[in-house]
Protein backbone atom coordinates (compact mmCIF):
# COMPACT_ATOMS: atom_id res chain seq x y z
CA UNK A 1 0.00 0.00 0.00
CA UNK A 2 2.91 1.97 1.14
CA UNK A 3 3.80 2.07 -3.07
CA UNK A 4 0.92 3.78 -4.11
CA UNK A 5 0.69 6.35 -1.37
CA UNK A 6 2.88 9.10 -3.61
CA UNK A 7 0.21 8.12 -6.32
CA UNK A 8 -2.71 8.87 -4.88
CA UNK A 9 -0.81 12.01 -3.05
CA UNK A 10 -0.47 13.51 -7.21
CA UNK A 11 -3.94 12.60 -7.88
CA UNK A 12 -5.18 15.06 -5.11
CA UNK A 13 -3.01 17.65 -5.87
CA UNK A 14 -3.84 17.71 -9.77
CA UNK A 15 -7.87 17.32 -8.74
CA UNK A 16 -7.83 19.34 -5.92
CA UNK A 17 -8.49 22.91 -8.10
CA UNK A 18 -11.04 21.20 -10.14
CA UNK A 19 -12.85 20.08 -7.41
CA UNK A 20 -12.49 23.54 -5.70
CA UNK A 21 -13.92 24.99 -8.93
CA UNK A 22 -17.11 22.54 -9.10
CA UNK A 23 -17.48 23.32 -5.54
CA UNK A 24 -17.67 27.08 -5.67
CA UNK A 25 -18.60 27.89 -9.50
CA UNK A 26 -22.30 27.26 -9.22
CA UNK A 27 -22.90 29.30 -6.38
CA UNK A 28 -20.92 32.39 -7.45
CA UNK A 29 -23.14 31.65 -10.95
CA UNK A 30 -26.84 31.59 -8.11
CA UNK A 31 -25.31 34.57 -6.57
CA UNK A 32 -24.72 36.64 -9.65
CA UNK A 33 -28.44 35.93 -11.30
CA UNK A 34 -29.69 37.36 -7.62
CA UNK A 35 -28.25 40.08 -7.82
CA UNK A 36 -28.90 40.92 -11.50
CA UNK A 37 -32.45 40.18 -11.10
CA UNK A 38 -35.41 42.81 -8.96
CA UNK A 39 -34.91 46.26 -8.44
CA UNK A 40 -31.23 45.86 -7.01
CA UNK A 41 -29.82 45.42 -9.97
CA UNK A 42 -28.03 48.70 -10.20
CA UNK A 43 -26.16 47.34 -7.43
CA UNK A 44 -24.81 44.42 -9.41
CA UNK A 45 -21.29 44.81 -10.51
CA UNK A 46 -21.02 44.60 -14.22
CA UNK A 47 -25.02 45.53 -14.74
CA UNK A 48 -26.85 47.85 -16.55
CA UNK A 49 -25.26 50.71 -18.84
CA UNK A 50 -21.69 51.71 -18.89
CA UNK A 51 -20.19 54.96 -17.12
CA UNK A 52 -16.34 55.45 -16.72
CA UNK A 53 -14.76 57.71 -14.58
CA UNK A 54 -11.97 58.75 -13.52
CA UNK A 55 -11.39 60.41 -10.00
CA UNK A 56 -9.35 60.78 -7.12
CA UNK A 57 -12.52 61.19 -5.07
CA UNK A 58 -12.87 59.11 -2.01
CA UNK A 59 -14.73 55.81 -2.31
CA UNK A 60 -17.53 57.10 0.03
CA UNK A 61 -18.46 59.91 -2.59
CA UNK A 62 -17.90 57.49 -5.31
CA UNK A 63 -20.04 54.27 -4.17
CA UNK A 64 -22.98 56.83 -2.64
CA UNK A 65 -23.10 58.72 -6.06
CA UNK A 66 -22.85 55.88 -8.35
CA UNK A 67 -25.89 54.47 -6.44
CA UNK A 68 -28.00 56.82 -6.29
CA UNK A 69 -27.21 57.83 -9.90
CA UNK A 70 -28.11 54.51 -10.80
CA UNK A 71 -31.26 54.68 -8.90
CA UNK A 72 -32.04 57.82 -10.58
CA UNK A 73 -31.50 56.54 -14.01
CA UNK A 74 -33.30 53.53 -13.94
CA UNK A 75 -36.57 55.21 -12.78
CA UNK A 76 -36.10 58.28 -15.72
CA UNK A 77 -34.96 55.79 -18.38
CA UNK A 78 -35.85 52.39 -17.55
CA UNK A 79 -32.13 51.04 -16.96
CA UNK A 80 -29.52 51.32 -14.17
CA UNK A 81 -26.08 52.33 -15.01
CA UNK A 82 -22.66 50.31 -13.63
CA UNK A 83 -19.88 52.91 -12.99
CA UNK A 84 -17.20 51.77 -13.72
CA UNK A 85 -14.18 54.31 -11.43
CA UNK A 86 -10.58 54.62 -12.61
CA UNK A 87 -8.65 55.16 -9.55
CA UNK A 88 -5.10 56.55 -10.44
CA UNK A 89 -3.93 59.13 -8.09
CA UNK A 90 -4.49 63.05 -7.48
CA UNK A 91 -4.81 65.33 -9.56
CA UNK A 92 -1.09 65.12 -11.43
CA UNK A 93 -1.83 61.43 -11.81
CA UNK A 94 -4.78 61.82 -13.76
CA UNK A 95 -2.73 64.62 -16.14
CA UNK A 96 0.12 62.09 -16.67
CA UNK A 97 -2.81 59.29 -17.43
CA UNK A 98 -3.99 62.50 -20.14
CA UNK A 99 -0.98 63.35 -21.32
CA UNK A 100 0.61 59.23 -21.93
CA UNK A 101 -3.00 58.03 -23.27
CA UNK A 102 -2.98 60.97 -25.76
CA UNK A 103 0.24 59.84 -27.91
CA UNK A 104 -1.21 55.76 -27.51
CA UNK A 105 -4.73 55.26 -26.97
CA UNK A 106 -6.36 58.79 -28.48
CA UNK A 107 -4.25 58.64 -30.98
CA UNK A 108 -5.53 55.17 -32.77
CA UNK A 109 -8.79 55.25 -31.44
CA UNK A 110 -9.80 59.00 -30.84
CA UNK A 111 -11.02 58.31 -27.39
CA UNK A 112 -9.28 57.71 -23.79
CA UNK A 113 -11.60 55.31 -22.81
CA UNK A 114 -12.78 57.72 -20.01
CA UNK A 115 -16.21 59.28 -19.85
CA UNK A 116 -16.15 61.84 -17.21
CA UNK A 117 -13.24 63.02 -15.12
CA UNK A 118 -14.83 64.31 -11.50
CA UNK A 119 -13.04 66.02 -8.55
CA UNK A 120 -9.88 67.72 -8.36
CA UNK A 121 -10.21 71.53 -7.92
CA UNK A 122 -10.81 73.97 -10.10
CA UNK A 123 -7.26 74.65 -11.27
CA UNK A 124 -6.94 71.27 -12.55
CA UNK A 125 -9.58 71.39 -14.79
CA UNK A 126 -8.79 75.10 -15.99
CA UNK A 127 -5.49 74.57 -16.83
CA UNK A 128 -4.20 71.39 -16.62
CA UNK A 129 -6.97 69.28 -18.69
CA UNK A 130 -9.00 72.10 -20.62
CA UNK A 131 -5.89 73.97 -22.09
CA UNK A 132 -4.61 71.28 -23.31
CA UNK A 133 -7.36 69.99 -25.07
CA UNK A 134 -8.97 66.87 -23.17
CA UNK A 135 -12.13 68.11 -22.28
CA UNK A 136 -15.26 68.81 -24.35
CA UNK A 137 -17.92 71.40 -24.34
CA UNK A 138 -21.34 70.46 -23.01
CA UNK A 139 -24.65 72.41 -23.33
CA UNK A 140 -27.04 71.80 -20.47
CA UNK A 141 -30.42 72.68 -20.08
CA UNK A 142 -31.14 76.74 -18.82
CA UNK A 143 -32.81 75.09 -16.09
CA UNK A 144 -30.04 72.98 -14.66
CA UNK A 145 -27.70 76.05 -15.01
CA UNK A 146 -30.42 78.47 -13.53
CA UNK A 147 -31.11 76.51 -10.41
CA UNK A 148 -27.39 75.07 -9.71
CA UNK A 149 -25.61 78.30 -10.54
CA UNK A 150 -27.99 81.45 -8.87
CA UNK A 151 -24.67 82.95 -8.85
CA UNK A 152 -22.02 82.96 -11.75
CA UNK A 153 -18.79 83.22 -9.47
CA UNK A 154 -18.14 83.00 -5.21
CA UNK A 155 -15.70 85.97 -4.14
CA UNK A 156 -14.33 86.49 -7.92
CA UNK A 157 -14.09 82.85 -8.85
CA UNK A 158 -15.94 80.98 -11.14
CA UNK A 159 -18.12 78.37 -10.54
CA UNK A 160 -18.33 77.11 -13.80
CA UNK A 161 -16.31 77.01 -16.72
CA UNK A 162 -17.48 81.12 -18.56
CA UNK A 163 -14.69 81.04 -21.45
CA UNK A 164 -17.43 80.00 -24.35
CA UNK A 165 -20.52 79.39 -25.41
CA UNK A 166 -20.69 76.30 -24.18
CA UNK A 167 -18.86 75.82 -20.46
CA UNK A 168 -16.35 72.40 -20.29
CA UNK A 169 -16.16 72.20 -17.00
CA UNK A 170 -18.54 72.43 -14.06
CA UNK A 171 -18.33 73.06 -10.50
CA UNK A 172 -20.09 70.42 -8.50
CA UNK A 173 -18.85 71.00 -4.69
CA UNK A 174 -17.28 73.88 -2.93
CA UNK A 175 -13.93 73.46 -0.71
CA UNK A 176 -11.93 75.75 1.01
CA UNK A 177 -8.93 74.65 3.17
CA UNK A 178 -7.00 75.17 6.56
CA UNK A 179 -5.63 73.89 9.55
CA UNK A 180 -6.05 70.51 10.91
CA UNK A 181 -4.06 69.67 14.57
CA UNK A 182 -4.41 67.44 17.51
CA UNK A 183 -5.04 69.19 20.68
CA UNK A 184 -3.12 66.67 22.90
CA UNK A 185 0.45 66.93 20.55
CA UNK A 186 -0.01 70.80 20.95
CA UNK A 187 -0.66 70.54 24.89
CA UNK A 188 2.31 68.25 24.81
CA UNK A 189 4.28 71.00 22.69
CA UNK A 190 2.94 74.33 24.83
CA UNK A 191 2.22 75.27 21.58
CA UNK A 192 -0.83 77.56 21.33
CA UNK A 193 -3.72 76.50 18.73
CA UNK A 194 -2.34 77.80 15.33
CA UNK A 195 -4.85 80.37 14.02
CA UNK A 196 -3.45 81.33 10.67
CA UNK A 197 -0.61 79.55 8.06
CA UNK A 198 2.34 81.87 9.69
CA UNK A 199 1.63 80.21 13.00
CA UNK A 200 2.82 76.65 11.00
CA UNK A 201 6.33 78.49 10.45
CA UNK A 202 6.36 79.10 14.25
CA UNK A 203 9.82 76.91 15.42
CA UNK A 204 8.00 74.75 18.14
CA UNK A 205 6.66 72.83 15.64
CA UNK A 206 9.88 71.47 14.30
CA UNK A 207 9.29 68.13 13.43
CA UNK A 208 6.14 68.04 13.76
CA UNK A 209 3.84 69.53 10.87
CA UNK A 210 3.18 67.16 7.66
CA UNK A 211 2.46 68.66 4.32
CA UNK A 212 1.33 67.14 0.74
CA UNK A 213 3.59 67.43 -2.26
CA UNK A 214 1.93 69.81 -4.14
CA UNK A 215 2.98 68.13 -7.40
CA UNK A 216 1.30 64.96 -6.21
CA UNK A 217 -1.57 67.19 -4.69
CA UNK A 218 -4.23 68.90 -6.24
CA UNK A 219 -5.52 70.31 -2.50
CA UNK A 220 -2.02 71.04 -1.44
CA UNK A 221 -1.01 73.06 -4.44
CA UNK A 222 -4.01 75.16 -4.06
CA UNK A 223 -3.11 75.39 -0.42
CA UNK A 224 -0.10 76.69 -0.92
CA UNK A 225 -1.17 79.09 -3.61
CA UNK A 226 -3.54 80.53 -1.13
CA UNK A 227 -0.66 81.33 1.32
CA UNK A 228 1.31 83.09 -1.61
CA UNK A 229 -1.71 84.92 -2.75
CA UNK A 230 -2.57 86.35 0.86
CA UNK A 231 1.20 87.48 0.89
CA UNK A 232 0.63 89.00 -2.50
CA UNK A 233 -2.21 91.38 -1.16
CA UNK A 234 -0.96 91.81 1.94
CA UNK A 235 2.09 93.29 0.45
CA UNK A 236 -0.45 95.35 -2.00
CA UNK A 237 -2.41 96.97 0.71
CA UNK A 238 0.93 98.03 2.47
CA UNK A 239 1.75 99.65 -1.05
CA UNK A 240 4.22 97.22 -2.09
CA UNK A 241 4.60 95.46 -4.83
CA UNK A 242 2.90 91.95 -5.38
CA UNK A 243 5.93 90.98 -6.70
CA UNK A 244 7.71 90.91 -3.77
CA UNK A 245 4.52 89.57 -1.71
CA UNK A 246 5.18 86.74 -4.07
CA UNK A 247 8.32 86.52 -2.79
CA UNK A 248 7.50 86.52 0.70
CA UNK A 249 4.46 83.85 0.57
CA UNK A 250 7.20 81.26 -0.91
CA UNK A 251 9.67 82.73 1.96
CA UNK A 252 6.80 81.84 4.56
CA UNK A 253 5.92 78.39 2.34
CA UNK A 254 9.68 77.41 2.82
CA UNK A 255 9.89 78.22 6.65
CA UNK A 256 7.04 75.90 7.02
CA UNK A 257 8.23 73.76 4.91
CA UNK A 258 11.49 73.44 7.30
CA UNK A 259 9.40 72.50 10.30
CA UNK A 260 8.15 68.97 8.11
CA UNK A 261 8.38 65.96 9.23
CA UNK A 262 7.46 64.58 5.70
CA UNK A 263 6.10 65.46 2.59
CA UNK A 264 3.16 63.27 1.74
CA UNK A 265 2.09 62.25 -1.82
CA UNK A 266 -1.36 62.41 -1.23
CA UNK A 267 -3.31 65.25 0.42
CA UNK A 268 -5.78 62.71 2.24
CA UNK A 269 -3.13 60.78 4.26
CA UNK A 270 -2.75 64.40 6.24
CA UNK A 271 -5.45 64.45 8.50
CA UNK A 272 -5.35 61.28 9.25
CA UNK A 273 -2.02 61.37 10.32
CA UNK A 274 -3.12 64.49 12.49
CA UNK A 275 -5.49 62.30 13.74
CA UNK A 276 -2.95 59.58 14.91
CA UNK A 277 -0.61 62.06 17.03
CA UNK A 278 2.38 61.72 14.78
CA UNK A 279 2.50 65.09 14.13
CA UNK A 280 0.86 68.36 15.39
CA UNK A 281 -0.60 69.67 12.42
CA UNK A 282 -1.12 69.82 8.74
CA UNK A 283 -3.06 71.77 5.70
CA UNK A 284 -6.22 70.00 4.90
CA UNK A 285 -9.22 70.49 2.83
CA UNK A 286 -12.36 71.30 4.68
CA UNK A 287 -14.41 68.01 4.55
CA UNK A 288 -11.43 65.43 5.13
CA UNK A 289 -10.25 67.65 8.13
CA UNK A 290 -14.15 67.66 9.21
CA UNK A 291 -14.38 64.12 8.99
CA UNK A 292 -11.16 62.79 10.68
CA UNK A 293 -12.09 65.21 13.18
CA UNK A 294 -15.50 63.25 13.78
CA UNK A 295 -13.68 59.79 13.30
CA UNK A 296 -11.80 60.74 16.21
CA UNK A 297 -14.13 61.81 18.89
CA UNK A 298 -13.74 63.59 21.74
CA UNK A 299 -11.58 63.57 25.25
CA UNK A 300 -13.75 63.02 28.16
CA UNK A 301 -12.73 65.85 30.90
CA UNK A 302 -10.48 67.74 28.43
CA UNK A 303 -12.45 71.03 27.81
CA UNK A 304 -13.50 73.50 30.11
CA UNK A 305 -15.43 73.09 33.21
CA UNK A 306 -14.45 69.18 32.81
CA UNK A 307 -16.44 69.05 29.09
CA UNK A 308 -15.97 66.96 26.88
CA UNK A 309 -13.87 68.20 24.00
CA UNK A 310 -13.02 67.54 20.47
CA UNK A 311 -8.87 65.64 20.07
CA UNK A 312 -8.80 67.01 16.64
CA UNK A 313 -9.93 71.03 15.47
CA UNK A 314 -9.91 72.42 12.10
CA UNK A 315 -9.54 75.96 11.26
CA UNK A 316 -9.82 78.08 8.10
CA UNK A 317 -7.11 81.32 8.60
CA UNK A 318 -10.07 84.01 8.47
CA UNK A 319 -9.20 86.25 5.32
CA UNK A 320 -6.74 83.65 3.84
CA UNK A 321 -8.31 80.90 2.79
CA UNK A 322 -9.75 79.78 -0.70
CA UNK A 323 -13.47 79.36 -1.40
CA UNK A 324 -13.36 77.23 -4.61
CA UNK A 325 -15.59 74.84 -6.94
CA UNK A 326 -14.42 70.85 -7.37
CA UNK A 327 -15.30 70.36 -11.11
CA UNK A 328 -16.75 67.61 -13.06
CA UNK A 329 -16.38 67.74 -17.13
CA UNK A 330 -17.18 65.51 -19.86
CA UNK A 331 -14.26 63.80 -21.61
CA UNK A 332 -13.04 64.65 -25.43
CA UNK A 333 -14.28 61.22 -27.42
CA UNK A 334 -15.97 59.97 -24.34
CA UNK A 335 -17.72 56.61 -25.43
CA UNK A 336 -20.95 57.10 -23.61
CA UNK A 337 -21.93 60.76 -23.95
CA UNK A 338 -25.56 60.13 -23.39
CA UNK A 339 -25.36 59.13 -19.63
CA UNK A 340 -22.21 60.82 -18.84
CA UNK A 341 -24.21 64.25 -19.46
CA UNK A 342 -26.78 62.51 -17.31
CA UNK A 343 -24.44 61.76 -14.80
CA UNK A 344 -23.53 65.77 -15.03
CA UNK A 345 -27.14 66.67 -14.48
CA UNK A 346 -27.89 64.44 -11.41
CA UNK A 347 -25.03 65.85 -9.60
CA UNK A 348 -26.26 69.44 -10.54
CA UNK A 349 -29.84 68.26 -9.19
CA UNK A 350 -31.26 68.98 -6.09
CA UNK A 351 -31.28 65.65 -5.47
CA UNK A 352 -27.22 65.14 -6.05
CA UNK A 353 -26.69 68.26 -4.38
CA UNK A 354 -28.20 67.69 -1.55
CA UNK A 355 -26.19 63.87 -0.79
CA UNK A 356 -23.06 65.99 -0.43
CA UNK A 357 -24.10 67.67 2.77
CA UNK A 358 -27.54 65.64 4.13
CA UNK A 359 -26.43 63.47 7.44
CA UNK A 360 -25.90 59.62 6.34
CA UNK A 361 -29.75 57.70 6.76
CA UNK A 362 -31.34 61.00 7.00
CA UNK A 363 -34.35 61.03 3.69
CA UNK A 364 -32.16 62.06 1.13
CA UNK A 365 -28.78 61.54 2.23
CA UNK A 366 -26.28 58.89 1.78
CA UNK A 367 -27.01 55.47 2.90
CA UNK A 368 -23.75 54.77 4.50
CA UNK A 369 -20.96 57.83 5.02
CA UNK A 370 -21.93 61.12 5.30
CA UNK A 371 -19.83 63.03 2.74
CA UNK A 372 -19.33 66.41 4.76
CA UNK A 373 -19.47 68.64 1.25
CA UNK A 374 -20.50 71.76 0.71
CA UNK A 375 -23.03 72.31 -2.52
CA UNK A 376 -22.48 74.24 -4.62
CA UNK A 377 -26.35 74.90 -5.37
CA UNK A 378 -27.00 77.72 -3.64
CA UNK A 379 -30.44 77.45 -2.99
CA UNK A 380 -30.44 74.35 -0.52
CA UNK A 381 -28.47 76.22 1.93
CA UNK A 382 -31.90 77.77 2.59
CA UNK A 383 -33.35 74.19 3.72
CA UNK A 384 -30.28 72.61 5.71
CA UNK A 385 -32.67 69.75 6.89
CA UNK A 386 -30.39 66.90 8.30
CA UNK A 387 -27.02 68.67 7.47
CA UNK A 388 -23.94 67.63 8.88
CA UNK A 389 -22.27 71.06 8.60
CA UNK A 390 -24.51 73.92 9.10
CA UNK A 391 -22.04 75.97 7.29
CA UNK A 392 -23.35 78.37 4.32
CA UNK A 393 -20.17 79.52 2.34
CA UNK A 394 -22.10 82.29 0.29
CA UNK A 395 -23.06 83.86 3.77
CA UNK A 396 -19.88 83.57 5.25
CA UNK A 397 -17.10 83.87 2.32
CA UNK A 398 -15.44 87.25 2.99
CA UNK A 399 -13.71 89.53 0.34
CA UNK A 400 -10.74 87.26 -0.13
CA UNK A 401 -10.67 84.45 -2.47
CA UNK A 402 -7.97 83.14 -4.99
CA UNK A 403 -7.90 85.13 -8.21
CA UNK A 404 -7.19 84.25 -11.63
CA UNK A 405 -4.25 87.50 -11.63
CA UNK A 406 -2.54 86.12 -8.72
CA UNK A 407 -2.57 82.42 -9.42
CA UNK A 408 -0.04 83.06 -12.89
CA UNK A 409 3.19 81.09 -11.32
CA UNK A 410 0.55 77.67 -10.67
CA UNK A 411 2.29 76.46 -13.01
CA UNK A 412 5.16 76.15 -11.58
CA UNK A 413 4.62 76.80 -8.09
CA UNK A 414 5.05 72.58 -7.45
CA UNK A 415 8.65 72.45 -9.44
CA UNK A 416 9.80 75.48 -6.93
CA UNK A 417 8.77 74.04 -4.08
CA UNK A 418 9.72 70.60 -4.97
CA UNK A 419 13.34 71.77 -5.81
CA UNK A 420 13.82 74.49 -3.28
CA UNK A 421 12.19 72.52 -0.23
CA UNK A 422 10.97 68.70 -0.58
CA UNK A 423 14.52 67.64 -2.61
CA UNK A 424 16.42 69.94 -0.13
CA UNK A 425 14.54 68.99 3.13
CA UNK A 426 17.24 67.86 4.97
CA UNK A 427 19.10 71.05 4.29
CA UNK A 428 16.44 73.21 4.88
CA UNK A 429 15.89 72.17 7.91
CA UNK A 430 19.34 72.32 9.19
CA UNK A 431 20.10 75.56 7.85
CA UNK A 432 16.41 77.12 9.50
CA UNK A 433 18.15 75.18 12.51
CA UNK A 434 21.46 76.84 12.51
CA UNK A 435 19.66 80.13 11.89
CA UNK A 436 17.64 79.76 14.68
CA UNK A 437 20.96 79.14 17.28
CA UNK A 438 22.30 81.90 15.88
CA UNK A 439 22.85 85.69 17.71
CA UNK A 440 21.68 87.14 14.34
CA UNK A 441 18.91 84.48 14.16
CA UNK A 442 16.02 87.66 13.47
CA UNK A 443 17.78 88.93 10.59
CA UNK A 444 18.78 85.86 8.75
CA UNK A 445 15.20 84.01 9.31
CA UNK A 446 13.65 87.43 7.67
CA UNK A 447 16.08 86.69 4.70
CA UNK A 448 15.05 82.91 4.77
CA UNK A 449 11.67 84.14 4.84
CA UNK A 450 11.82 86.01 1.56
CA UNK A 451 12.47 83.88 -1.97
CA UNK A 452 15.68 84.10 -3.26
CA UNK A 453 13.68 85.82 -6.26
CA UNK A 454 10.33 87.23 -7.12
CA UNK A 455 7.23 86.75 -9.31
CA UNK A 456 8.52 88.31 -12.49
CA UNK A 457 11.42 85.87 -12.76
CA UNK A 458 9.03 82.76 -10.99
CA UNK A 459 6.99 83.58 -14.92
CA UNK A 460 10.28 83.46 -17.26
CA UNK A 461 11.22 79.76 -15.20
CA UNK A 462 7.59 78.92 -15.83
CA UNK A 463 8.05 79.47 -19.37
CA UNK A 464 11.19 78.26 -19.29
CA UNK A 465 10.31 75.03 -18.15
CA UNK A 466 6.96 74.54 -20.02
CA UNK A 467 9.21 74.74 -23.42
CA UNK A 468 12.14 72.68 -22.42
CA UNK A 469 11.60 68.77 -23.46
CA UNK A 470 12.04 66.24 -20.77
CA UNK A 471 15.47 65.63 -20.91
CA UNK A 472 16.02 69.87 -20.93
CA UNK A 473 13.91 69.94 -17.29
CA UNK A 474 16.60 67.63 -15.51
CA UNK A 475 19.31 69.50 -16.17
CA UNK A 476 17.41 72.88 -15.72
CA UNK A 477 15.99 71.11 -12.40
CA UNK A 478 19.55 70.66 -11.21
CA UNK A 479 20.53 73.88 -12.09
CA UNK A 480 17.83 75.56 -9.82
CA UNK A 481 18.52 72.96 -7.36
CA UNK A 482 22.17 73.96 -6.90
CA UNK A 483 20.92 76.94 -6.55
CA UNK A 484 18.81 77.15 -3.30
CA UNK A 485 21.30 74.46 -1.97
CA UNK A 486 24.40 77.50 -2.24
CA UNK A 487 21.73 79.55 -0.87
CA UNK A 488 21.12 77.97 2.35
CA UNK A 489 25.18 76.95 2.90
CA UNK A 490 25.56 80.83 2.49
CA UNK A 491 23.12 81.00 5.35
CA UNK A 492 24.35 78.66 7.45
CA UNK A 493 27.95 79.80 7.16
CA UNK A 494 26.81 82.97 8.22
CA UNK A 495 24.98 81.29 10.72
CA UNK A 496 28.32 80.37 12.25
CA UNK A 497 30.07 82.68 11.79
CA UNK A 498 27.42 85.24 13.71
CA UNK A 499 27.88 82.56 16.45
CA UNK A 500 31.83 82.45 16.41
CA UNK A 501 31.57 86.16 16.97
Known amino acids: MRRYVPVILFFV ?25 GASSFDAAGAGLPLIIITPHAESIRTEFADAFSRWHHQQFGEPVFVDYRIYGGASDIVRYFDSARRTVYASL ?76 LRHLAVPEPQTWSDLADPRYRGWVILADPGRSAVARTTFMVVVERAMQDAIDAGRSADEGWARGMGLVRQIAANARLFTDNGTVVPAQVGTGDVAAGMAIDFQARSQ ?190 EFRQEYARLRAEARGVAAR
Open 13 to 37: VLLAPLALRWAVEPRATAGASAASD
Open 110 to 185: KTYKIDLVWGGGDDLFERRLKQPGYLQPVELPAEVMRRAYARREIGGLPLYDQSGPRPQWFGTALSSFGIVYNRDV
Open 293 to 482: VDAVGSQPGSGSNGAAAARLAYIEPVGATAMNPDPIALVKGAQHPEVAVRFIEFVLSEQGQRLWNTRAGAAGGPRRSSLRRLPIMESVYAAPTDFTDPVNPYASSGGFNTRRDRTATSSILAELIQLSCIDLLDELRQTRQAILASPGAAELDARLAVFPFDQQEALARAKRWSEASPLERLEIGRQWTD
